[in-house]
């Protein structure tokens, strides 16, 4: 990864030569030259000739050139558990897996529940990467009182969530969507009845008891997706469902968005590359929250990714070390690190068998998350700040936790051959060469 310090100036030109550029909100997908001046757009054409020759070239055929990646949904950690992750080993992360933009859960220790915590995790900003917090919607994420949201979100929060647990007082969703409707900000609902999932460690079926561990039903999710849908209704308020895992969700969004409902929802790439069987052999790397579902429940939430009712793809990248994570499968906590897989495994498991377009893959990645977060971007226009990624479609490469950026290890896919790696970033106009890792 390129240090900090060496990073270029955004002064001065660069010019990304013969690269697909699919830019979905400008209907874009073809061959063109993009020149960036002073870190901005300049130009998008099918040919632009080097104004001069101090100029730096990238040529990028062969390569899709595509609004800056961002993730909606990760786990930095920091404060409180630095040895598992950090803003700034996150970032890193990031830029390697090409994504421009992370979102990062408030679940730290302490929680992110103040302005003074959103302060903190803004002022660790780096190059690489744009963080952005999500703010705690109760206080010390306890389910007993709202936070100061308010606050946070006047001091750069750009949406709120209880996430790793539900909100489970429908009265405090219910307020929670109600007051940030005057901040036109999101609640993001990490969807489980807890009296349902009943400390379940994977997806209830023949497989958990033939395994003999104790299963979580699709309900657990489903059934509060379809409670927040209502407080959504009646209060106006915009929310955002996370982690979509089972088809019974996926409905209920899909009913939800026809009844005109201010509901957006997100998928992660385990859900589209694996199922329950991952755990066969007690691998407690493949124990997440919501778990692993049948391979039905995967084929509809792929099915609700083509027809709009999921908008967008997030990691969940959720670091854990090595000591906590290898373990006996009960003991073990959910979770497993997602940003430098997220671009292949999507590519792999939706692009290349042509379930999606590049076009929507990019959409979900880029446009969708950022909309729904109001961050700005997910296009490229002449005299905005250039904010790029660049992927090789066709580069083949094995996962290999060891050469991870990120400071824990945790992902059930090492060794698993992908598709589709990133390149290169561009970030507010700085070039960020973090895809290459040989």
Same mark, same amino acid.
């Given at each position: !990864?390129?240090?900090?310090?060496?990073?270029?100036?955004?002064?001065?030109?660069?010019?990304?030569?013969?690269?697909?550029?699919?830019?979905?909100?400008?209907?874009?997908?073809?061959?063109?030259?993009?020149?960036?001046?002073?870190?901005?757009?300049?130009?998008?054409?099918?040919?632009?000739?080097?104004?001069?020759?101090?100029?730096?070239?990238?040529?990028?055929?062969?390569?899709?050139?595509?609004?800056?990646?961002?993730?909606?949904?990760?786990?930095? *950690?920091?404060?409180? *558990?630095?040895?598992?992750?950090?803003?700034?080993?996150?970032?890193?992360?990031?830029?390697?897996?090409?994504?421009?933009?992370?979102?990062? /859960?408030?679940?730290?220790?302490?929680?992110?529940?103040?302005?003074?915590?959103?302060?903190?995790?803004?002022?660790?900003?780096?190059?690489?990467?744009?963080?952005?917090?999500?703010?705690?919607?109760?206080?010390?994420?306890?389910?007993?009182?709202?936070?100061? !949201?308010?606050?946070?979100?006047?001091?750069?929060?750009?949406?709120?969530?209880?996430?790793?647990?539900?909100?489970?007082?429908?009265?405090?969703?219910? *307020?929670?969507?109600?007051?940030?409707?005057?901040?036109?900000?999101?609640?993001?609902?990490?969807?489980?009845?807890?009296?349902?999932?009943?400390?379940?460690? =994977?997806?209830?079926?023949?497989?958990?008891?033939?395994?003999?561990?104790?299963?979580?039903?699709?309900?657990?999710?489903?059934? !509060?997706?379809?409670?927040?849908?209502?407080?959504?209704?009646?209060?106006?308020?915009?929310?955002?469902?996370?982690?979509?895992?089972?088809?019974?969700?996926?409905?209920?969004?899909?009913?939800?968005?026809?009844?005109?409902?201010?509901?957006?929802?997100?998928?992660?790439?385990?859900?589209?590359?694996?199922?329950?069987?991952?755990?066969?052999?007690?691998?407690? /790397?493949?124990?997440?929250?919501?778990?692993?579902?049948?391979?039905?429940?995967?084929?509809?939430?792929?099915?609700?990714?083509?027809?709009?009712?999921?908008?967008?793809?997030?990691?969940?990248?959720?670091?854990?070390?090595?000591?906590?994570?290898?373990?006996?499968?009960?003991?073990?906590?959910?979770?497993?690190?997602?940003?430098?897989?997220?671009?292949?495994?999507?590519?792999?498991?939706?692009?290349?068998?042509?379930?999606?377009?590049?076009?929507?893959?990019?959409?979900?990645?880029?446009?969708?998350?950022?909309?729904?977060?109001?961050?700005?971007?997910?296009?490229?226009?002449?005299?905005?700040?250039?904010?790029?990624?660049?992927?090789?479609?066709?580069?083949?490469?094995?996962?290999?936790?060891?050469?991870?950026?990120?400071?824990?290890?945790?992902?059930?896919?090492?060794? =698993?051959?992908?598709?589709?790696?990133?390149?290169?970033?561009?970030?507010?106009?700085?070039?960020?060469?973090?895809?290459?890792?040989?």
């Amino acid at each position: !990864m390129t240090d900090k310090r060496q990073l270029p100036s955004a002064k001065g030109q660069l010019l990304l030569k013969g690269g697909r550029v699919i830019d979905p909100l400008n209907k874009r997908d073809g061959v063109f030259d993009i020149l960036i001046e002073d870190g901005m757009v300049k130009e998008v054409s099918g040919h632009i000739a080097s104004p001069h020759s101090g100029i730096e070239i990238i040529e990028a055929k062969g390569l899709i050139v595509a609004p800056g990646l961002c993730d909606m949904h990760v786990h930095l *950690r920091e404060p409180g *558990r630095e040895d598992e992750e950090t803003v700034e080993s996150g970032s890193q992360a990031a830029a390697a897996g090409g994504f421009t933009a992370v979102a990062c /859960m408030p679940n730290t220790q302490p929680a992110c529940d103040n302005q003074g915590i959103v302060r903190l995790i803004k002022s660790r900003q780096t190059p690489w990467c744009a963080v952005h917090p999500v703010g705690a919607v109760t206080k010390n994420l306890a389910d007993e009182e709202l936070a100061e !949201m308010g606050d946070m979100r006047l001091s750069g929060a750009v949406a709120f969530s209880n996430d790793g647990r539900p909100v489970a007082s429908a009265n405090l969703m219910r *307020r929670a969507l109600d007051y940030l409707r005057m901040f036109d900000a999101p609640v993001i609902s990490h969807c489980e009845d807890l009296q349902l999932s009943a400390d379940g460690l =994977m997806n209830e079926g023949p497989l958990a008891t033939r395994l003999g561990l104790r299963g979580i039903p699709n309900a657990a999710e489903a059934s !509060m997706a379809y409670r927040d849908c209502q407080l959504a209704a009646l209060t106006g308020g915009r929310l955002h469902i996370a982690h979509v895992s089972c088809a019974e969700t996926v409905e209920v969004v899909r009913q939800a968005k026809r009844r005109g409902i201010r509901v957006t929802a997100e998928t992660c790439p385990h859900y589209l590359a694996l199922t329950e069987e991952a755990v066969i052999g007690y691998r407690e /790397m493949a124990r997440v929250n919501p778990p692993l579902r049948t391979a039905a429940d995967r084929a509809a939430v792929i099915d609700g990714l083509r027809d709009g009712t999921i908008d967008a793809i997030a990691s969940d990248h959720a670091p854990h070390s090595a000591e906590e994570k290898e373990v006996e499968f009960d003991q073990a906590p959910c979770g497993m690190v997602g940003l430098e897989t997220a671009l292949g495994l999507c590519w792999t498991n939706l692009v290349v068998p042509g379930l999606l377009t590049p076009s929507q893959l990019v959409e979900k990645l880029s446009a969708s998350p950022r909309a729904i977060l109001g961050i700005g971007g997910g296009a490229i226009e002449t005299g905005r700040a250039a904010d790029l990624t660049v992927f090789d479609p066709e580069r083949r490469w094995t996962v290999e936790p060891a050469r991870f950026r990120s400071k824990s290890r945790n992902t059930p896919f090492a060794g =698993m051959e992908l598709a589709g790696r990133a390149v290169l970033t561009v970030v507010n106009g700085l070039l960020v060469r973090a895809g290459d890792l040989d």
